[in-house]
């Protein structure tokens, strides 16, 4: 069953959203040459006390972090540790999550550490960015959950791959539900599965955290040893793109965008919903 939000809920959820934008701000800043992910993982956990939030990652399944810090080849969920020491040329993909008043936020972005970083990462981590972009503006009454994966599968198809070949598109993680929990229904591919069918219906008060996961190489991906830390299969890095998305009478609000998608969308010749927080 599909959770569908109240205006009410989606200004608490909005709440949550801008918990998480000020994680991303901060760890952003943090994540230099020398620092470790484990580093990360206390900058965040000040922010969410700042702000009298709870974290949805800690003790979830029970991981044992409250932000995911996937370094190079790490795709998704990995842990902080004072063992990872952030290096010049690294690139690190941040997921982190908040909770107010009962409300999840979850939000997720890849960032380079230091500088001189190679022109085919650059493009990954935009092409990454731009693909969740399109998915979010495929968030529109009518449509259906399949449009959602079909705009992030045609944004990313085609787009060339410096070198030749073409992006690997994770294959066994992707966005999903968000509300009262972090993981809910429906599960979004980010490519068109045809026995999945078409999927529910999009209609106001449907919250969605749309994020691509995409690699230089393979969309195959291993898990290692300690349960959670999701690897690509053949060592090329990847870029992982988040935001929480709800549809709303007057248009799509990205609830975890400082500005609501507000100048994103615009581009895009999409108006998003009025901001309920003012």
């Not at 008043?101 to 990454?128: I, K, M, N, Q």
């Not at 599968?153 to 966005?175: C, F, H, L, S, V």
Request: hydrophobic fraction near 40%.
């Amino acid at each position: 069953m599909v959770q569908i939000k109240s205006p009410e809920q989606i200004a608490k959820m909005r709440e949550a959203g801008l918990v998480v934008a000020a994680i991303h701000a901060a760890t952003r800043e943090a994540a230099v040459p020398g620092a470790t992910t484990k580093d990360l993982d206390q900058v965040a956990r000040k922010v969410l006390a700042e702000h009298n939030a709870k974290p949805n990652f800690l003790g979830y399944g029970g991981f044992p972090a409250t932000i995911c810090t996937s370094v190079n080849e790490v795709v998704v969920h990995g842990i902080p540790s004072d063992d990872v020491v952030l290096k010049d040329g690294d690139v690190i993909s941040i997921d982190c999550g908040a909770i107010i008043d009962g409300w999840h936020g979850d939000a997720a972005y890849t960032a380079f550490v230091g500088s001189g970083h190679a022109p085919e990462l650059v493009e990954l981590s935009r092409v990454t960015e731009e693909s969740m972009w399109a998915g979010i503006a495929a968030m529109k009454q009518g449509n259906r959950l399949v449009d959602v994966s079909r705009a992030i599968e045609t944004y990313i198809r085609r787009q060339p791959k410096p070198g030749g070949g073409k992006y690997g598109i994770i294959e066994d993680y992707g966005g999903h539900g968000i509300g009262t929990e972090m993981h809910m229904d429906p599960h979004l591919l980010n490519y068109v599965e045809r026995r999945r069918g078409k999927g529910p219906k999009l209609v106001p008060g449907f919250c969605l955290a749309i994020e691509p996961m995409v690699s230089l190489g393979t969309p195959k991906t291993e898990v290692l040893q300690d349960d959670w830390t999701v690897i690509t299969t053949d060592g090329t890095w990847s870029s992982h793109w988040e935001h929480s998305v709800a549809l709303t009478e007057e248009g799509p609000l990205v609830l975890t965008a400082p500005d609501g998608g507000k100048a994103k969308l615009a581009e895009m010749g999409i108006v998003a919903a009025p901001d309920p927080l003012g």
